[in-house]
């Protein structure tokens, strides 16, 4: 009978291990991933107008991508250096890019933003 509740355990213990081990790793978010959602969005922070629909859908992932302090600041530091990076991004059209998609940033996108200032992209 003992041989039988510690042969269970020892089961319960590596099914336990075993699913630990397999189960999916979230990864902290990438300058790469941020990058690639605000690419459709180039035309607008050059040109102004309405940015399309695959811009403020890459801007509301980054948003529901921001879990940790870490991703918040990271995504923060990325549009940071994205904002100052490409020709003819427009200073005005970018700080303007989440109100027009409706998301609200406690913060410009800006190459002059403290993203250690923040608690950057709450939910």
Do not use: H, W
Not at 1 to 16: D, H, P, Q
Not at 38 to 50: F, I, M, S, T
Not at 71 to 95: E, F, W
Request: glycine share 8%.
């Amino acid at each position: 009978m003992m041989f039988t509740k510690v042969s269970c355990i020892a089961v319960l213990m590596l099914v336990a291990m075993l699913a630990v081990t397999t189960m999916p790793k979230v990864e902290a978010v990438t300058c790469g991933q941020v990058v690639g959602a605000v690419a459709p969005c180039l035309g607008y922070l050059r040109n102004g107008g309405n940015p399309p629909p695959n811009c403020c859908n890459g801007i509301r992932g980054l948003r529901n991508q921001a879990r940790t302090t870490a991703d918040r600041k990271t995504i923060c530091n990325c549009l940071k250096s994205a904002s100052s990076s490409y020709r003819g991004v427009s200073g005005n059209y970018a700080a303007s890019l989440p109100g027009k998609c409706g998301v609200n940033l406690p913060y410009k996108i800006s190459p002059s933003t403290d993203c250690n200032r923040y608690n950057i992209i709450r939910s």
